[in-house]
């Protein structure tokens, strides 16, 4: 099994990449938010794989941390959800996102995703319930300046003005360096909306 893939960046669409490791292309396939987050062509890319075995296929899927690779196999073991759906999940919440909304059993949110009923999203609930618990405190531990008070309000104030979570995941990466306590709201939100209308 492939678990992890480092090389040149040599194409890149929504859904898919191709990564030239030593002359050989592999074509793996990402979520939105991975995508988002990529390098130039022809530049280094780290990716996390997920090598998923059919009978009549190899699928490879990637991801730019290990914790997000983790969530997509977390997905996976919920009757039901199968790759597609969760890479479906996984392009529109983030692991913080997906870790609240299935810990506050935000059944709204879930089957507002592509993809998924509201059976789908109660099978999230009460199937992955117990096991995100342990990926949330991963989750704030790895992700030390972006689970401040300012991150919180940040995405608070963004997704009551109507914006995706993928948008803000975008948006809050892009000004990681900016994000501290320190800095005043108004201009990290100023500097976040930049962004979302550029």
């Keep these: ?41 022809g530049l280094k ?54 870790t609240q909304s299935i810990l506050t059993s935000n059944l709204s949110r879930l089957s507002a995703i592509t993809g998924i009923g509201k059976k789908t999203a109660e099978r999230l609930v009460l199937e992955l319930k117990e096991k995100v618990k342990k990926l949330s405190t991963v989750i704030v531990a790895s992700d030390a300046p972006m689970a401040s008070g300012v991150f919180n309000d940040l995405v608070s104030a963004l997704t009551n003005l109507g914006y995706k979570s993928i948008e803000i995941d975008r948006t809050i990466h892009a000004i990681r360096e900016q994000l501290t306590d320190k800095n005043k709201f108004e201009d990290l939100l100023k500097a976040s909306l930049n962004l979302l209308r550029a």
Excluded: W
Aim: proline share 4%; glycine share 8%.
């Design 1 to 41: 099994m492939i678990g992890q893939i480092q090389g040149n960046l040599s194409f890149k669409k929504n859904d898919r990449l191709i990564v030239d490791v030593q002359g050989v292309g592999y074509e793996i396939t990402i979520p939105a938010s991975t995508f988002y987050k990529l390098p130039d062509l």
């Design 45 to 98: 890319v780290n990716l996390y794989i997920h090598t998923h075995v059919r009978e009549d296929n190899i699928q490879l899927y990637g991801f730019l941390s290990a914790l997000e690779k983790e969530c997509f196999q977390l997905l996976m073991t919920v009757s039901g959800v199968g790759p597609k759906v969760a890479l479906s999940i996984m392009s529109e919440l983030s692991p913080q996102d997906m």
